[in-house]
């Protein structure tokens, strides 16, 4: 890849592989870095780039002009961005934006009776509904192109139809960058098809901790190697500048993120806080930018992480003296989903410290009105400069004009066939190959002879869904099923495929029992989809407690047939008594829709001849044990597998029975479900109270003072699949779901909705409130009486309430103890069968604050 760069990147490179922690330790020293303040960069140490090729004389004229004309409410507009599904395009006319981004679950406008659910025609559609808006000509209004984003993380997920990409983890075992740009050049072709201009990666994150439910999207814990596919997935996604130094149609804007450090933080904590030294944070996390700058990157997001306790959506020194003076970035910074919402003395609606810090453009999803109402007015009152105003448009208008926006014409709109096209599908089944990172092959278990009798089983053996992960058709990219996918391929039907062409034949059966006995298994299972702070874990051991896919293991070799596993994962888990169960064992990471190219390697020929060897080697090690958290010197134990391990066909070694301690005791990470089917789910309890007595369940049931108690009830055909709550109505009585101390700020910011399964047996007598506690007078509690009321008694029916309702009410989610809280001084009956967390805000409501 470095001859691929310029002579200047490569220099800089250079001088970055030179930059050892030793003379960054020196200069801090000599600085006095014990004074210094906590996330206080000190840019002398930062390496230099350019983004030269963004800025030149005839842009910066055309920019000049077009800021001579503008008032200050289009400036203005030209900062917030808006999500799609909270704004209708003749919202512009009042509130002129300057972007619109698709979030993970937002679908696109409904328009008219042309409403095709997520398809390219819905999404083409949308975007010129937008932008016919922009452009318009009428009195005041500078017509300025919207630029419309998504998170076309690998491939154009989000759209149905599209081709879906391995995830970067396991393209960085392909540890092919120029495969990364192919990608790059396809993605950015499918994401112009659909009539958007920018998608929202790489992430150029490093990551440091597997527990890290974001892990999957970068790709090595290696910098080096982060910074190698920087470059290339640059030049995939923007290309390089054509005619008039315009990037050319059928490529759009990229976006680095998450700057700086989201793969750094303590635990693996999602948006949590990056406690390491600058030096460290330069060496291992700044790796990707001077090459993603120097490539000519056009954006940049902003983290929602901290670095030593102070938020980057609102660090100055980083985001300005850093990014934008030393590394020279020119395109423009956009902030994260709401979080400038998180910066201490900000809210969703007004955040004039991340502008002054150098955000360019706020992503205001929802509440892009007040927030540019806002910095309409802190800009008028001096609270934000007009230079910084001049400088943030001026980069997004620079960004604009040389991605081309400005030309009417845009030749790949809707253009038919480039959705989930032969080539791009062929592209991502080489991908899905060369990442493939076989672990363990005893006995030559594979390639599978393609004349065999192979039975295909496990969770993941038939199901694109969970093949592909989180980020595809929606955010968690939970409970696809592969109807949704027109033209992906499960492992099993490429299995088939491949046996099929050499005489063989497949039996399909998820539990393993089969009606004839085969003569090998491939065994296909993984963790279910998540994204960002829903994949996060305490500890790395695979199903604990519930070792259902090694069962399956273990009574396929009980019967005598031999076992490949291919294990699905956005991450190396501890999975050593899986690994024993299995002849042989094959990382697959998260492969996305071509199937194909797990069957390519995995079964040979008739003879048994390989079609294709393994090349993918890990990027990430391997953990030991469930409790190996964290990397490079934070890891005193060698890996189970080493950085770089990864077996080939050529290679005749035997692994050895792995030791099957997992050096933690079993506990799952539960933050979501809290009662299902009518039992609390642990670490989750449920309690009665009344004034200072609280009383938890025994066997079931319970009651205290007459006042509210709980019994067991049938419910969904389930014996005893509910609990009903009643209220006597003879003192104030409470039911509390309690556990320990949970942050819920990720996931109140990222819409989570607590859904309540219930039946009302009786209407409440008397208001009756809905809270979350938080301890003593954290206050946040909301009024469901007329929920209550509207409530058909004897009927079954849910209702989702948005976590961020609790918070907007008063309460701390930073640390509830008690996600469910339900009181009343009434009567009332109800009867709940669950309690649980939705990532998905559709049809969530709000209801009032109860009175304090
Ligand atoms: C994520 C970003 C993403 C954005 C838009 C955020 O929650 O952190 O990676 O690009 O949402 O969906
Ligand atoms: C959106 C995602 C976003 C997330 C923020 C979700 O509701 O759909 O795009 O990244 O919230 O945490």
Same mark, same amino acid.
């Given at each position: 890849m470095l001859t691929a760069l310029s002579a200047t990147t490569s220099r800089h490179i250079r001088s970055l592989c030179l930059l050892t922690l030793v003379p960054v330790l020196t200069a801090l020293g000599a600085s006095g870095a014990?004074?210094?303040?906590?996330?206080?960069?000190?840019?002398? #140490?930062w390496p230099r780039a350019s983004?030269?090729?963004?800025?030149?004389a005839r842009t910066e004229a055309f920019v000049s002009r077009l800021l001579a004309h503008m008032s200050l409410e289009e400036k203005v507009g030209q900062m917030v961005q808006a999500d799609v599904s909270s704004i209708?395009?003749?919202?512009l006319r009042q509130v002129p934006l300057g972007s619109i981004l698709a979030g993970g679950n937002s679908p696109p406008l409904a328009l008219g009776s042309d409403?095709?659910?997520?398809?390219a025609s819905a999404w083409v559609a949308t975007a010129q509904a937008f932008g016919r808006v922009a452009l318009e000509s009428r009195p005041g209004h500078t017509p300025i192109p919207l630029m419309f984003g998504v998170d076309?993380? =690998?491939?154009?997920?989000?759209?149905? %139809?599209a081709t879906v990409f391995p995830h970067n983890v396991g393209l960085g075992a392909a540890r092919d960058p120029q495969l990364a740009r192919r990608i790059g050049e396809a993605t950015a072709q499918e994401t112009a098809a659909t009539g958007?201009?920018?998608?929202?990666?790489?992430?150029l994150a490093v990551p440091?901790?597997?527990?890290?439910?974001?892990?999957?999207? !970068?790709?090595?814990?290696?910098p080096a190697l982060v910074r190698r596919y920087a470059a290339a997935i640059v030049r995939g996604l923007q290309g390089e500048a054509g005619a008039g130094g315009l990037i050319q149609a059928g490529h759009v804007a990229a976006s680095a993120k998450h700057?700086?450090?989201?793969?750094?933080t303590r635990a693996g @904590?999602?948006? $949590?806080?990056?406690?390491?030294s600058e030096a460290q944070l330069i060496g291992?996390?700044?790796?990707g930018y001077p090459a993603a700058i120097e490539a000519g990157v056009m954006t940049i997001m902003a983290s929602f992480s901290s670095w030593q306790g102070a938020k980057m959506t609102a660090n100055r020194s980083l985001?300005?003296? @850093? #990014?934008?003076?030393k590394m020279g970035f020119a395109g423009f910074v956009v902030s994260d989903?709401?979080? =400038?919402?998180?910066?201490? $003395?900000?809210s969703n609606q007004s955040c004039p410290a991340a502008i002054n810090a %150098?955000?360019? &453009?706020? &992503?205001?999803?929802?509440d892009w009105k007040a927030l540019y109402a806002n910095t309409l007015a802190q800009v008028k009152a001096g609270e934000i400069p007009l230079s910084r105003v001049d400088d943030a448009v001026r980069r997004i208008l620079r960004v604009k004009a040389k991605l081309g926006l400005?030309?009417?014409?845009?030749?790949?709109?809707?253009?038919?066939?480039? #959705?989930?096209?032969p080539e791009h599908r062929a592209l991502a089944r080489e991908a899905v190959r060369k990442s493939l990172v076989l672990l363990k092959n005893n006995g030559g278990?594979?390639?599978?002879?393609?004349?065999m009798r192979v039975l295909v089983a496990g969770?993941?053996?038939?199901d694109i869904g969970l093949q592909s992960g $989180?980020?595809?058709?929606?955010?968690?990219?939970?409970?696809?099923?592969?109807?949704?996918?027109?033209q992906g391929q499960s492992i099993y039907a490429a299995i088939r495929e491949a046996v099929a062409a050499g005489g063989g034949s497949t039996e399909l059966s998820v539990d393993g029992r089969y009606a004839v006995r085969p003569d090998v298994a491939v065994v296909v299972f993984g963790e279910q989809p998540y994204a960002e702070g829903w994949g996060?874990?305490? &500890?790395?051991?695979?199903?604990?407690?519930?070792k259902r896919d090694l069962e399956l293991l273990r009574r396929l070799k009980a019967q005598g047939v031999p076992v490949a596993t291919v294990f699905l994962s956005g991450r190396p888990l501890w999975v050593n008594p899986e690994i024993n169960a299995s002849d042989a064992f094959v990382a697959?990471?998260?492969?996305?829709?071509?199937g194909g190219g797990v069957a390519d390697v995995l079964v040979g020929d008739?003879? !048994? @001849?390989?079609?294709h060897d393994f090349v993918g080697k890990l990027a990430f090690s391997w953990p030991r044990?469930?409790?190996?958290?964290?990397?490079?010197?934070?890891?005193?134990d060698p890996p189970q597998?080493?950085? $770089?391990y990864g077996l080939t066909y050529r290679d005749h070694r035997a692994t050895l029975a792995l030791s099957?301690?997992? /050096?933690?005791?079993a506990t799952q990470t539960n933050?979501?479900?809290?009662?299902i089917q009518g039992r609390a789910q642990p670490p989750w309890s449920l309690l009665l109270r009344h004034g200072e007595r609280t009383v938890p369940l025994a066997g079931g049931a319970g009651e205290v003072d007459s006042v509210v108690s709980i019994r067991a009830v049938d419910a969904d055909g389930v014996q005893e699949g509910g609990r009903q709550l009643s209220w006597s109505g003879q003192g104030r009585g409470e039911v509390a779901i309690a556990g320990p101390p949970l942050d819920m700020r990720m996931l109140s910011n990222g819409e989570a909705a607590l859904v309540l399964d219930y039946r009302l047996d009786e209407k409440p007598s008397a208001a009756t409130h809905l809270a979350i506690g938080c /301890?003593?007078?954290c206050g946040g509690a909301l009024d469901l009486t007329s929920t209550l009321n509207q409530a058909t008694p004897g009927e079954w029916r849910s209702v989702k309430v948005k976590l961020s309702c609790f918070r907007d009410a008063g309460?701390?989610?930073?640390?509830?103890?008690?996600?469910f809280v339900l009181n009343t001084a009434g009567r009332l009956r109800l009867s709940l069968t669950t309690v649980q967390l939705s990532?998905?805000?559709?049809g969530a409501i709000c209801p009032p604050r109860s009175p304090r």
């Open positions: 014990a004074q210094a303040a906590a996330g206080q960069a000190h840019p002398n #140490l983004s030269r090729g963004l800025v030149d209708r395009p003749e919202d409403a095709t659910g997520a398809t076309a993380v =690998h491939g154009n997920s989000h759209v149905v %139809g958007f201009d920018w998608a929202f990666g790489p992430t440091q901790d597997e527990r890290w439910g974001r892990h999957y999207e !970068g790709y090595s814990e290696d700057f700086l450090g989201d793969g750094g @904590v999602d948006q $949590g806080d990056v406690d390491i291992i996390h700044a790796q985001l300005t003296d @850093v #990014l934008k003076q989903w709401n979080s =400038h919402g998180q910066v201490p $003395g900000c %150098g955000i360019d &453009m706020l &992503m205001a999803p929802n400005f030309d009417p014409a845009r030749p790949w709109e809707g253009r038919p066939g480039v #959705l989930g096209s278990v594979l390639p599978l002879r393609a004349s969770p993941g053996a038939d $989180g980020w595809t058709l929606s955010w968690q990219g939970a409970e696809h099923h592969n109807g949704d996918f027109p996060d874990l305490k &500890m790395l051991e695979y199903q604990a407690g519930d697959a990471w998260l492969p996305g829709t071509e008739a003879s !048994g @001849v390989a079609r044990t469930a409790a190996q958290t964290g990397r490079g010197a934070a890891r005193s597998f080493a950085l $770089g099957e301690t997992s /050096g933690v005791t933050f979501a479900n809290y009662l /301890g003593p007078s309460a701390d989610v930073s640390k509830v103890t008690e996600p990532s998905d805000p559709a």
